[in-house]
């Protein structure tokens, strides 16, 4: 993934991992590599993946200030421009629900732009990672509103740091399980369940149809073959992002 010649990349910091992808020629992201915050060397695996003079990053951070700030250091030192993606109240045909748009999580705006890259909708969009978000986008591009709530896996380090017994990790679900590791499994994830599906009702009631559900995140596994309906989509914020890295006033916003 390493080159001398002029490239375009895309970044997505999250509370747990860094996912990067090379701008192809079509406008959408190539393959996608994934970096975890918790590996010692994050900023050095990211240095040793990038071109030595790259032509442009986008960057979309959820992250810490300080590891972000690490990061956009290391794209400067790799790339002509360097971007930080930010929440609009419209772009590409999206419209903003929030009243001040820059309280929307920019990962959640870009999931929506990257949404509206699959067809027009609507759509129910549902990331899971440190929490769960879930936003509803009319076919006309109109965002409806949605939720955050706590992850599964965040439910269950809750739980382990409030008793100490209770594992914070393992376990299958099962609908009325029969041990503690089960039942814990069962229970967030149930609990994430539960919140999508009522969500997918409510959507239906609202909008007259039933939406389409997209599911993207590092927690989406154990839930995909509960919830057979969903289309998987592993870089959903960087298909949003090269969206938001086309608009020319949004490309250079951030350039040195």
């Avoid at 009631?205 to 989509?233: C, E, F, S, T, Y």
Wanted: glycine content about 12%; charged content about 15%.
């Amino acid at each position: 993934m390493t080159g001398t010649s002029p490239e375009r990349w895309l970044f997505d910091l999250g509370n747990t991992r860094l996912k990067c992808a090379r701008l192809q020629a079509d406008g959408r992201p190539g393959p996608i590599l994934a970096l975890g915050h918790g590996q010692d060397d994050l900023l050095q695996g990211l240095a040793a993946q990038l071109p030595q003079a790259g032509l442009s990053a986008c960057l979309a951070s959820v992250a810490a200030p300080v590891l972000t700030a690490a990061v956009l250091e290391v794209l400067q030192a790799r790339f002509r421009v360097v971007s930080l993606a930010r929440t609009q109240a419209s772009l590409a045909g999206l419209q903003v629900a929030y009243r001040e748009p820059a309280r929307l999580g920019v990962d959640r705006f870009l999931a929506m732009l990257g949404a509206r890259t699959h067809g027009p909708g609507p759509w129910l969009i549902a990331g899971i990672g440190t929490a769960l978000t879930i936003d509803l986008l009319a076919a006309d591009g109109r965002h409806m509103g949605g939720r955050i709530a706590p992850s599964p896996q965040l439910m269950r380090q809750a739980l382990h740091r409030a008793a100490a017994q209770l594992p914070a990790e393992g376990g299958a679900f099962d609908e009325f399980a029969r041990d503690t590791p089960d039942a814990l499994a069962s229970g967030c994830e149930g609990a994430a369940l539960a919140l999508i599906e009522r969500s997918l009702d409510q959507a239906a009631a609202r909008l007259g149809q039933a939406p389409a559900l997209l599911l993207h995140g590092g927690g989406i596994d154990p839930l995909l073959p509960l919830l057979p309906q969903a289309r998987r989509v592993d870089g959903l914020v960087l298909e949003g992002l090269a969206v938001w890295s086309a608009a020319p006033v949004q490309a250079a916003a951030d350039g040195h």
